[in-house]
């Protein structure tokens, strides 16, 4: 018996299992937020906008875990706030964590929410980000992306908050659509607002996923079916990274922030979109998935990169988190933002998408889709897939 269990304890344990959603990134998980970020938000009161959405909820919970003095969950769904309270207040004590609706194009109640609560710390995750839906209805993509972004840069600085970090997308590097041109707007907005006492940082986001690998149930639901499912084509490759990783990169970045640098995650290579369906389907033990080719929407990419061409990336004191520091605003813009809003609130579109060229030179929008691809059948492979229409 004791040769037994010597001989046992010899034996090379075996080689560890890649976990689904290791299997479906290419890479494992980060928590890149460490004591930089707790020591921040200790004793400090916080105010999240969009704070019923994926990251702000997630960045919610997160936070509520780091003793804040105060917490601050703001959205304009009032019934959703009520419900991300309840969910919250068992952990965290009850009075420390208030609720304001509001909508962030509002000004004056902007305004107001930062006068009652006197935030130390914002998180801006509030934005409008679907793509085509933004594509289509470029006025109020400006209305909710680019002018509540400036109330709520302005009611930041008058109320001398200390530090404030905004949601930005990596379709803000060298933007093709007017979705990802209002992320860099966004962007811009900080560095405009530099000087004064406020520490700004922007944090561009890729492709969201849940961390327990389960994608959006649309995609689960259509393989499951034996329905087709709808990539935009054979090649489009995408960034992935967890809600979660979104949410520790949002705390990392308000620690690191130094003037108005936009903070990216290390995610590795690009992922093909259609590896993602047949790693999901084989999941699933289905033995083929059929895809259609949609071909590629207004605006949308082939590929994604986390940087803009002329943007140079720097090195943090975090190995996974690089930084830049992108150039100047442009001259006038205050004026040519003031134009903006005026146009986006008379419901110009046309006015909106010259507005946006001349305030972005590299904005260089893209229009014409390809044509549709036929329908195929594809064997499955081994992991989570991202959600049709991608």
């Known amino acids: 018996m004791l040769r037994f269990l010597r001989r046992r304890s010899r034996a090379a344990p075996p080689p560890p299992q890649a976990s689904p959603l290791a299997l479906l990134l290419g890479r494992d998980e980060v928590d890149v937020a460490g004591l930089r970020g707790r020591r921040l938000v200790r004793g400090r009161r916080v105010l999240v906008t969009g704070a019923c959405g994926t990251v702000g909820s997630a960045l919610c919970h997160r936070l509520k875990g780091l003793d804040p003095a105060l917490l601050c969950l703001v959205d304009k769904d009032a019934v959703g706030l009520a419900r ?4 919250m207040t068992g952990r965290l004590g009850g009075d420390r964590v208030v609720l304001a609706a509001a909508d962030m194009r509002d000004r004056a109640r902007v305004a107001e929410v930062f006068a009652a609560h006197r935030p130390e710390l914002v998180f801006h995750t509030a934005a409008r980000h679907g793509l085509a839906e933004v594509e289509r ?18 009611s930041a600085v008058r109320g001398d908050v200390q530090r404030l970090v905004f949601v930005s997308s990596d379709k803000a590097a060298d933007p093709t659509s ?42 689960a639901t259509s393989i499951s079916a034996g329905e087709v499912v709808t990539i935009t084509h054979p090649e489009v490759t995408r960034h992935f990274m967890t809600v979660e990783e979104a949410a520790g990169l949002l705390l990392e970045a308000a620690a690191l922030a130094e003037e108005a640098e936009t903070f990216v995650l290390d995610m590795g290579r690009p992922v093909p979109v259609i590896e993602l369906v047949h790693r999901y389907a084989e999941q699933l033990r289905l033995p083929e998935v059929t895809i259609r080719f949609s071909g590629l929407g207004p605006g949308e990419k082939l590929a994604e990169k986390a940087f803009a061409d002329s ?20 001259a006038g813009l205050p004026q040519l ?38 329908a195929a059948s594809h064997r499955a492979s081994a ?4 959600p049709p229409g991608l």
């Open 178 to 219: 007017v979705f990802g041109a209002t992320m860099r707007l966004g962007e811009l907005l900080l560095q405009t607002a530099t000087g004064g006492p406020t520490c700004f940082a922007a944090v561009r986001v890729g492709n969201l996923i849940a961390s327990s690998g389960t994608l959006l149930s649309a995609l």
């Open 84 to 87: 991300l309270r309840h969910e």
């Open 337 to 374: 933002l003031d134009a903006l809003a005026d146009a986006a609130g008379g419901g110009d579109a046309g006015q909106v998408r010259m507005l946006l060229r001349r305030l972005l030179p590299e904005y260089r929008p893209v229009r014409r889709p390809e044509p549709p691809g036929e």
């Open 311 to 330: 943007e140079r990336r720097i090195r943090t004191a975090h190995p996974k988190i690089w930084a830049t520091r992108p150039a100047p605003p442009p």
């Open 383 to 386: 992991s989570p897939g991202d």
């Open 137 to 154: 209805d470029p006025c109020r993509g400006v209305a909710d992306n680019v002018i509540g972004t400036r109330h709520v840069v302005d």
